[in-house]
């Protein structure tokens, strides 16, 4: 199957007086047709460097990037490629439904069922009521849905993503995740990318981290998390229960790895505890923390 985004030996420089900023240095990455991958890394790791080039915003220093085998410098390359850039700039003049519709014809889509085909998304996306609004009297979190709807309403075959979940409430960030798991179930081809990882856990099939512009790994998260996946339980319960620490009142906590979890849910069910939570505590975020030394303050590399 042809991939849908093949990036080989990509470098952008920034040049500087003095040194080059280098945003993103030799990074080969397949991304294939029909899966969700992640991109992630730090403030300044060269995450929107790479989605610039890919979406043809910005060009490469050296190495290629193609969207279906089509070089991003092709606008052909383009088309039926939904992108949401990081802090999207939709014409503020202009109202969703226009914005959505006036999309679509950009990728040669027009027709009677135009204009409900795109309510149908403002709608999904809770900005119905919204659609003859003009956009400049928006808040960050309904601009975010407006661009994302205009994503989805071109009948993407690839969707790129930077940041997908910012300036989203919790609720809407949920909705936005399980808008982007359907477009992924139906077949589609996600690139995202976050470096809040908490949200987006769920939706990538793999992880890509990207750190001071260099690709440190590639997993899926079963593999980054491994055998060490530990889970905090709490529960509620008169009966000491040896293992657990008591967090107020009848309430108890406690944390244990995989392997113990179940003969704990034993030994509580025997106990006639009441089991209320039982969380990962390791997530993807820590387990990343492994190849990546963080830095409070992260930036790219000079050449
Ligand atoms: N136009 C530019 N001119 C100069 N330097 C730039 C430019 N764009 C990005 N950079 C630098 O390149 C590096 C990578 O930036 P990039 O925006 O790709 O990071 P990022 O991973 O998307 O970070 P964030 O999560 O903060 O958006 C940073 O050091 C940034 O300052």
Redesign the pocket.
Not at 43 to 49: I, L, Q, R, V
């Given at each position: 199957m042809q991939a849908a985004i093949s990036i080989y030996k990509l470098t952008k420089k920034?040049p500087r007086r003095g040194k080059d900023?280098v945003?993103v240095q030799e990074l080969d990455l397949e991304v294939h047709s029909g899966e969700a991958f992640g991109f992630i890394?730090q403030?300044?790791?060269?995450?929107?460097?790479t989605i610039k080039i890919l979406t043809g915003s910005i060009r490469a220093s050296s190495g290629t990037a193609m969207l279906f085998g089509t070089a991003t410098t092709e606008a052909k390359a383009r088309l039926n490629v939904g992108y949401v850039p990081?802090n999207p700039y939709l014409l503020d003049y202009l109202t969703p439904l226009e914005t959505l519709e006036m999309g679509c014809k950009l990728h040669n889509q027009s027709g009677q069922g135009l204009k409900k085909k795109c309510m149908g998304w403002l709608e999904r996306f809770g900005i119905a009521h919204v659609a003859h609004a003009r956009i400049r009297s928006f808040s960050k979190g309904m601009t975010q849905r407006t661009a994302l709807a205009h994503a989805l309403a071109v009948n993407p075959r690839l969707l790129i993503l930077d940041e997908p979940l910012s300036g989203l409430d919790p609720i809407g960030r949920k909705d936005v995740v399980d808008i982007l798991m359907e477009y992924r179930k139906q077949g589609g081809t996600i690139f995202f990318?976050s470096?809040v990882l908490y949200d987006v856990e769920r939706l990538a099939d793999r992880f890509g981290l990207i750190h001071k512009g260099e690709l440190k790994t590639v997993q899926s998260p079963h593999e980054l998390l491994g055998d060490e996946q530990r889970f905090v339980v709490r529960t509620i319960g008169e009966q000491l229960v040896e293992g657990l620490e008591q967090d107020v009142g009848n309430r108890w906590f406690t944390e244990v790895g995989q392997v113990e979890l179940w003969a704990l849910l034993h030994k509580l069910e025997a106990a006639h505890h009441q089991v209320i939570e039982v969380k990962p505590s390791l997530n993807l975020e820590s387990a990343f923390m492994k190849y990546v030394k963080a830095d409070p303050i992260s930036?790219?590399t000079e050449g």
């Open positions: 920034f900023i945003a890394g403030n300044g790791a060269g995450k929107s460097t990081e990318s470096h930036s790219a």
